[in-house]
């Protein structure tokens, strides 16, 4: 990499051409980013690039202003295409093709995205019209080789994108296949947000005395707030739920994305975070692809805050609005943490990124610092004490945002008459006491348990330590204590497969028992039943009332957890 003090300073500085600078002004694009400053130059000269950089850094533009300024220059009226870029999937394809039509509008460059879950017939009319560069899936791309609607032997430049990515997802035979099939003196770019030995190996077979790029994710200056603020919380897996949305409380994020391993873990994630006032949806391989467009757009719009997800279904998501990204359980690989933070901080905005680990698991927060070379900070579970302040703040923040906003003047008739019989100190504590009850109380949480530190040889604890007995497993530990007591868990036959929803369980409980909604724990569905958490001393009461009614139209099985069926 060479000497930053060399280094272009502006777009001008890289010799692209004026219709290519035009577009970026147009944009808003006013310094090229460390990425772009390494790579353009010597993509434009044409020589292959083996380049590392961590997601939104700029990789698209670092690509694309160098192809399309090669493909205008030598233009013509061919219909073949003669860039390729391949990406791992539908949705990053769509957002590359977006950013190169608008980088090449003036050049009058003809882009097209090709992948999956979209009529080939579109696909295949497009090509045969004509087009410049596709943006493909290396699925889709093989399908339309196969077909003889997409050409290989015209090609002159080959980009992979997010290549890591592509082999996690079990691409390599594509690609090889691909890459195999392209006219010997072409152009190949390969960039990744790791560099595993795989990636290494694949470079070696096809890019021919490449450039080779490396850029970490950018330090923070002295004195400044790190644009990626790293966090972890040790908690005992029973906890986490509760422990998520405190954080999330305490944090109140714009846009947030909460990785979970499963699509189990992912559903009753989003049935617990919804069963607590967060409007959250679910994106896993288990929706179809229409629903998981909507999904992604609601979280683009901000009708949704929350999207809780697996990798796999999280692939090639960019949302610019994203403030957090929650990692409920460490993730298996360092490599995996890599993509998931680099989905926030971007263009100079602050993004936070927290991990839940258990005991057992700090030593993989270790591993993910070598890799990273970063430290996450540990911090303490927020308290209730914590919980409280905060909304009180936020009280404080509501209330003063609307004496200089809004227009009072109907109110003052009321706060007069109360001045004349009450001291007018009382009368603003009693109002605010009633908008910060609005917004939200604590007075039915406790505070989360932190567990034990782990033990310095990072081994499991010993005979009658405190792994012995562990809260929420089946005859481990005590049973859990509300504000009000124990609690226990009621069996509902009833679940996802009969449309069972938080709300409904909610509604009957409370319709049917003297519970109230905040005297209601957890709620967890399942396919074919639901677990709900209730005081142990009204479990029976609730029981025979639940017996007596109906949810969804239908009379399931009502009873405790561990009793006989």
Known sequence: MSDSAETPTTFADLDLRPELLRALTSLGYEEPTPIQRESIAPLIAGRDLLGQAATGTGKTAAFALPMLQRLGSEGGAQTAPRGLVLVPTRELAMQVSEAMHKYGRELGSRVLPVYGGQPIFRQLKALQRGVDIVVATPGRALDHIARGSLSLASLDVVVLDEADEMLDMGFAEDIESILGGVREGHQT?????????????????????????????????????????????????????????????????????????????????????????????????????????????????????????????????????????????????????????????????????????????????????????????????????????????????????????????????????????????????????????????????????????????????????????????????????????????????????????????????????????????????HDRFSLVEVPESSADLVVTALRRTTIKGKKPKIRRENAPS
């Not at 002295?222 to 897996?237: D, S």
């Not at 699509?263 to 409007?279: F, I, K, M, Q, S």
């Not at 005991?359 to 927060?365: D, K, Q, T, V």
Request: hydrophobic content about 35%; glycine content about 10%; charged content about 30%.
């Open 189 to 525: 770019v390969l960039f990744s947000a790791t560099m595993p030995k795989r990636i290494v190996t694949l470079a070696k077979r096809h890019l021919t005395d490449p450039v080779r790029i490396e850029l970490a994710r950018e330090e923070a200056r002295a004195g400044e707030a790190p644009k990626v603020r790293q966090t972890a919380y040790i908690v005992n897996r029973s906890h986490k739920p509760a422990t998520l949305t405190r954080v999330l409380d305490i944090e109140e994020p714009t846009a947030a994305i909460v990785f979970c391993r499963t699509r189990a873990e992912v559903d009753e994630v989003t049935v617990t975070l919804n069963g607590r006032g967060y409007r959250a949806e679910s994106l896993h391989g288990g929706i179809d692809q229409a629903q998981r467009s909507k999904v992604v757009e609601r979280l683009k719009s901000g009708a949704t805050e929350l999207v809780v997800a697996t990798d796999v279904a999280a692939r090639g998501l960019d949302v610019d609005s994203l403030t957090h990204v929650v990692n409920y359980d460490v993730p298996a690989a360092a490599e995996a943490y890599v993509h998931r933070i680099g989905r926030v901080g971007r263009a100079g905005r602050e993004g936070v990124a927290i991990t839940f680990a258990q005991p057992r698991e700090h030593r993989m927060l270790k591993a993910i610092e070598r890799l990273t070379k970063q430290k996450i900070s540990l911090e303490q579970v927020p308290t209730v004490a914590d919980l409280r302040a905060r909304r009180l703040e936020l009280t404080r923040a509501a209330l003063h945002e609307s004496i200089l906003e809004d227009d009072l003047a109907p109110m003052r008739v009321v706060v007069e008459g109360l001045a004349e019989e009450f001291d007018l100190m009382d009368v603003a504590l009693a109002a605010v006491k009633l908008a910060h009850d609005a917004s939200g109380s604590t007075a039915d949480e406790e505070d989360i348990p932190q567990p034990p530190p782990p033990s310095p040889r990072g081994g499991k604890e010993g005979r009658g330590g405190p792994g012995r007995d562990r809260p929420g497993k089946p005859g481990g530990g005590k049973p859990r204590r509300g504000p009000d007591g124990p609690t226990t868990r009621l069996f509902v036959g009833a679940g996802r497969a009969a449309h069972v929803r938080p709300q409904d369980l909610v509604g009957a409980i409370t319709g049917e028992s003297p519970l109230r909604g905040h005297e209601i724990g957890t709620i967890q569905i």
